[in-house]
T-cell receptor, first 110, second 116 residues
């Protein structure tokens, strides 16, 4: 079945540094979604990418969907302590439910 | 707009006991999901409902887990008997529409289960 893999598993940065997490799917995806989970919290939707090569920005966050629609990335420019959390990518399975990656945990040191 | 409601927030049981979790999705949301999130991992789908019908329960350990959504609104997930490896956060999520709409999920705060 369809699986999504994320790297790195953990990332520790100094505040102000950039951060990137990568997501790869075993199959072509109709769309990919990104979620953020704060420590002790639940996943919260960030964005959905649908088109091949699509790039979307949300303030300091830039999301990309690969040309082959099998990979995606999230880049954060000039991290802040509020960016701390785990970032998950998720792709739909055959029943349209989302399969989540294992996530990348981001720690930002002031 | 009220979010996805889950209860209880925490539950501690001994192995071989039974436990039940409750979820009330956002009003009007047709699709409801139960996910299991083990510490340090991503959410894993257990079961997906479309209204009161099961769409996908391929990853639900049916020898011990059961779920229902009888009236197409709220849902319960039960574990009987529990094992140590069932310790996890059980997340309920909902989305507005029908199959194939690729909609975002709204998650509840989850129930943290500890099996001793």
């Amino acid at each position: 079945g369809q699986q999504v893999m994320q790297i790195p598993q953990y990332q520790h940065v100094q505040e102000g540094e950039d951060f990137t997490t990568y997501c790869n799917s075993s199959t072509t995806l109709s769309n990919i979604q990104w979620y953020k989970q704060r420590p002790g919290g639940h996943p919260v939707f960030l964005i959905q990418l649908v088109k091949s090569g699509e790039v979307k920005k949300q303030k300091r966050l830039t999301f990309q969907f690969g040309e082959a629609k099998k990979n995606s990335s999230l880049h954060i420019t000039a991290t802040q302590t509020t960016d701390v959390g785990t970032y998950f990518c998720a792709g739909p399975n055959s029943g349209y439910a989302l399969n989540f990656g294992k996530g990348t945990s981001l720690l930002v040191t002031p | 707009e009220a979010g996805v409601a889950q209860s209880p927030r925490y539950k501690i049981i001994e192995k071989r006991q039974s436990v039940a979790f409750w979820c009330n999705p956002i009003s009007g949301h047709a699709t409801l999901y139960w996910y299991q999130q083990i510490l340090g991992q991503g959410p894993k789908l257990l079961i997906q409902f479309q209204n009161n019908g099961v769409v996908d329960d391929s990853q639900l350990p049916k020898d011990r887990f059961s779920a229902e959504r009888l009236k197409g609104v709220d849902s319960t997930l039960k574990i009987q008997p529990a094992k140590l490896e069932d310790s996890a956060v059980y997340l309920c999520a909902s989305s507005p529409g029908g199959l194939g709409r690729n909609e975002k999920l709204f998650f509840g705060s989850g129930t943290q289960l500890s099996v001793l």
